[in-house]
């Protein structure tokens, strides 16, 4: 079984790796004391020249889950791959990722699942191995845009992506929260962990924001911005608020049959607030996007669940888990 590392690790670059208190009984503590540990990790030049191709790359991070983070990265995609004039690139070489329009292509840990309902149960080193091969080994080709969407919170996904992307250049973070306080609170972090970690951040999503009723158009707060909701916020932490998206149960319903939104409700308050966002001009802090949304190409790939010997050889160690943990005589 896999140790967990100490809580109040030093970390593998610092000067008392392998010599601090907590590194006492910690099954890496010779290997970090020999100084091997602080050596650069080799997978960040790879990373940095697979990524030269891709022309933007953005996280989509929330403070709180349930906040509609997923839901917001696939829209983004959707309407980022809406251009016409974007390309799509076929290299032979490493993974392909699942593509659901001729533009516009996926890659998820669920893909590699043998179920749709297993849990992937997992810690830290395992998640941070599986993002850097999503980010080395999977074939993106030419890319006008990368999305990633990440989990809520700052945790070491996180880090991890932050470090791998560093030397490729990150655009910025989308944040994405709910106008009520309790989802305000958490997004102030985040803002703050961008800071601390150099991550620029392109603007703030206020999800949920309000239903409007589509028969008489009027307008209900479900979620009240009891303390001004996320433009006091933003207004106060000096960030830009890129907009608003009001609740349409339209989306729900196209999420569950795997549709772009933008087409099935084109009229939609909720699609217009969605390109209002995409088109957005207003001022980024430097070294963020400097030109409006409007062009993606993401991936290419087979269509449709991949096979079982499509997964083997796409990731064999998390197939290899997988068969691990089944019962003698269980098969996929």
Same mark, same amino acid.
């Given at each position: 079984?896999?140790?967990?590392?100490?809580?109040?690790?030093?970390?593998?670059?610092?000067?008392?790796?392998?010599?601090?208190?907590?590194?006492?009984?910690?099954?890496?503590?010779?290997?970090? +004391?020999?100084?091997?540990?602080?050596?650069?990790?080799?997978?960040? &030049?790879?990373?940095?020249?697979?990524?030269?191709?891709?022309?933007?790359?953005?996280?989509?991070?929330?403070?709180?889950?349930?906040?509609?983070?997923?839901?917001?990265? +696939?829209?983004?995609?959707?309407?980022?791959?809406?251009?016409?004039?974007?390309?799509?690139?076929?290299?032979?070489?490493?993974?392909?990722?699942?593509?659901?329009?001729?533009?516009?292509?996926?890659?998820?840990?669920?893909?590699?699942?043998? @179920?749709?309902?297993?849990?992937?149960?997992?810690?830290?080193?395992?998640?941070?191995?599986?993002?850097?091969? =999503?980010?080395?080994?999977?074939?993106?080709?030419?890319?006008?845009?990368?999305?990633?969407?990440?989990?809520?919170?700052? %945790?070491? &996904?996180?880090?991890?992506?932050?470090?791998?992307?560093?030397?490729?250049?990150?655009?910025?973070?989308?944040?994405?929260?709910?106008?009520?306080?309790? %989802?305000?609170?958490?997004? !102030?972090?985040?803002?703050?962990?961008?800071?601390?970690?150099?991550?620029?951040?392109?603007?703030?999503?206020?999800?949920? @924001?309000?239903?409007?009723?589509?028969?008489?158009?009027?307008?209900?707060?479900?979620?009240?911005?009891?303390?001004?909701?996320?433009? +006091?916020?933003?207004?106060?932490?000096?960030?830009?608020?890129?907009? !608003?998206?009001?609740?349409?149960?339209?989306?729900?319903? @196209?999420?569950?049959?795997?549709?772009?939104? =933008?087409?099935?409700?084109?009229?939609?308050?909720?699609?217009?607030?969605?390109?209002?966002?995409?088109?957005?001009?207003?001022?980024?802090?430097?070294?963020?996007?400097?030109?409006?949304?409007?062009?993606?190409?993401?991936?290419?790939?087979?269509?449709?669940?991949? @096979? &079982?010997?499509?997964?083997?050889?796409?990731?064999?160690?998390?197939?290899?888990?997988?068969?691990?943990?089944?019962?003698?005589? &269980?098969?996929?």
């Amino acid at each position: 079984m896999e140790e967990e590392v100490p809580h109040d690790c030093p970390g593998a670059d610092s000067a008392q790796a392998g010599r601090g208190a907590s590194c006492q009984g910690c099954p890496n503590q010779r290997l970090c +004391a020999s100084g091997a540990g602080a050596a650069p990790d080799p997978a960040l &030049e790879e990373i940095k020249e697979k990524m030269q191709p891709v022309k933007h790359k953005i996280l989509v991070l929330s403070g709180k889950g349930g906040v509609g983070k997923s839901t917001f990265s +696939a829209h983004l995609a959707h309407g980022l791959a809406e251009d016409e004039n974007s390309q799509v690139h076929q290299s032979g070489s490493g993974w392909s990722p699942v593509y659901v329009d001729d533009n516009l292509g996926v890659m998820s840990v669920g893909f590699l699942l043998s @179920s749709p309902d297993d849990a992937v149960i997992w810690r830290g080193p395992k998640k941070n191995g599986m993002i850097k091969q =999503f980010l080395r080994d999977v074939d993106w080709g030419e890319l006008d845009y990368l999305i990633v969407d990440t989990p809520p919170g700052t %945790s070491d &996904e996180h880090l991890s992506v932050v470090q791998y992307l560093a030397a490729a250049h990150i655009d910025g973070a989308v944040i994405i929260t709910t106008p009520q306080e309790v %989802s305000l609170q958490d997004v !102030r972090k985040e803002i703050n962990f961008c800071r601390k970690v150099k991550l620029p951040i392109v603007g703030v999503v206020e999800n949920m @924001s309000g239903f409007v009723c589509p028969k008489c158009k009027k307008e209900s707060q479900i979620f009240p911005p009891t303390t001004g909701g996320a433009e +006091a916020m933003c207004r106060d932490l000096a960030v830009p608020l890129l907009g !608003r998206v009001p609740l349409d149960p339209l989306i729900g319903k @196209s999420c569950d049959k795997g549709q772009s939104f =933008f087409a099935e409700a084109p009229d939609s308050p909720a699609t217009l607030a969605y390109r209002s966002i995409i088109q957005s001009k207003c001022e980024r802090p430097p070294g963020t996007l400097s030109q409006p949304w409007g062009r993606a190409g993401i991936g290419v790939g087979w269509a449709g669940p991949p @096979s &079982e010997h499509q997964k083997r050889s796409l990731l064999p160690a998390v197939w290899d888990e997988q068969q691990e943990a089944k019962s003698p005589g &269980e098969t996929s």
